[in-house]
């Protein structure tokens, strides 16, 4: 079992910036990807970014060059710099890790553990 923890959501106006953190717990040394999704209201869940444990990333195409994750592993946290922001990308982001490699990983379907989501805001 892993445990995810959302914080640094908030509101800020377009071409801000905002920092989200997820600090995971429990069976942390079995994770192998950790990501970040969003669900913006009436629409799907997305992938935004994830992150493997050697490093290796994907990025969305709506985030890249604006949006970088990141790890922490000697403290197990995620994060999410996001830069450049637009109303856009108004949604709840969502942490989640799995611990099974995948050939499509960013993908709602394919993680396990989920965080309670952080709300961002972005007014134009």
């Known amino acids: 079992q892993v445990q995810l923890v959302e914080s640094g959501g908030g509101s800020v106006q377009a071409g801000g910036s905002l920092r989200l953190s997820c600090a995971a717990s429990?069976?942390?040394?079995?994770?192998?990807?950790m990501a970040w999704f969003r669900q913006a209201p009436g629409k799907e869940r997305e992938g935004v970014a994830l992150?493997?444990?050697?490093?290796?990333?994907i990025y969305a195409d709506s985030v890249k060059g604006r949006f970088t994750i990141s790890q922490d592993n000697d403290k197990n946290i995620l994060y999410l710099q996001m830069n450049s922001l637009q109303p856009e990308d108004t949604a709840i982001y969502y942490c989640a890790s799995d611990p099974a490699w995948s050939l499509s990983p960013l993908r709602p379907s394919k993680f396990r553990y989920w965080g309670q989501g952080t709300e961002v805001t972005v007014s134009s």
């Open positions: 992150i493997n444990t050697r490093g290796g990333t």
């Open positions: 429990g069976d942390t040394n079995k994770i192998y990807y």
